[in-house]
């Protein structure tokens, strides 16, 4: 073989062994999925679309980000009195058992951003009755532990309880011993969204950025906590 064809046919092999490893690198990355919960029983309203933004900014941190909009408004979600431990047979058989558990055991996201508007400084009874609910999946294995959970507020007053709304949620997290997540300055607890202009939450500023830094931080905790 003269000196330029062998150049040429080494190149080629090398290309060829390059790209079959870069594809085969590319087949073990599985995706890495963030689910976003809104529990404002307004479907679609300030919650859901700031649940929307934060989503967004998160698959911006990686192609591998993946995320899925759970939106509680106008579901029937039952109040749960049953014990620790239920059996399937004792569970309300509501939009909860078969729209809103498939959405978070089949299979387990990899991140969760939770948002709730600030009902009197308080969570919202839907968040609370949903967090309530999500105790079947601390048993008989805690399926949430480790996972990056963030969380979001929006109220109608500046100072209207969203930093206390997000404290509650995180509280309960931590029954599932996830990793809580926070928000970056000068939003430290997670999102605080304002809802000031008629249902416009897009023209909340403040709170959208801090709804974008929510979700990229979310994705960035989800990609390291799932490389192997
Ligand atoms: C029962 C009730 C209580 C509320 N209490 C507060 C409150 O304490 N602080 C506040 O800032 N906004 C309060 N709001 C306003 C909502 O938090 C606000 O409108 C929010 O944007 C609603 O979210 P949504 O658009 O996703 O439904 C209250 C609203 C309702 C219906």
């Not at 529990?39 to 929307?52: E, H, L, M, V, Y």
């Amino acid at each position: 073989m003269d000196r330029r064809k062998f150049i040429a046919t080494s190149f080629a092999a090398g290309a060829a062994a390059s790209l079959a490893s870069s594809t085969a690198r590319a087949a073990d990355k599985k995706s890495v999925n963030i689910v976003g919960v809104s529990c404002s029983p307004r479907k679609g309203k300030t919650t859901a679309t700031s649940i929307k933004v934060a989503l967004e900014a998160a698959k911006t941190v990686d192609p591998q980000i993946e995320t899925q909009l759970l939106d509680l408004g106008g579901m029937n979600i039952s109040v749960w009195s049953g014990g620790a431990d239920p059996t399937d047979a004792e569970l309300p058989k509501d939009d909860f058992e078969l729209k809103v558990l498939p959405m978070l055991r089949n299979p387990v996201p990899d991140g969760l951003i939770i948002g709730s508007p600030s009902y009197f400084r308080s969570m919202s009874a839907l968040c609370k009755v949903f967090l309530d609910r999500i105790a079947v999946l601390r048993s008989p294995k805690l399926l949430l532990a480790n996972k990056p959970v963030g969380v979001l507020s929006v109220g109608a007053y500046r100072n209207g309880g969203q930093e206390l709304v997000i404290e509650q949620i995180q509280t309960v997290m931590l029954c599932h011993e996830v990793m809580i997540i926070g928000g970056k300055p000068p939003a430290h607890q997670g999102a605080t969204l304002w809802n000031a202009y008629n249902d416009d939450i897009m023209k909340d500023e403040f709170g959208i950025a801090s709804a974008k830094k929510l979700g990229e931080r979310v994705a960035e905790a989800a990609l390291r906590l799932t490389q192997k």
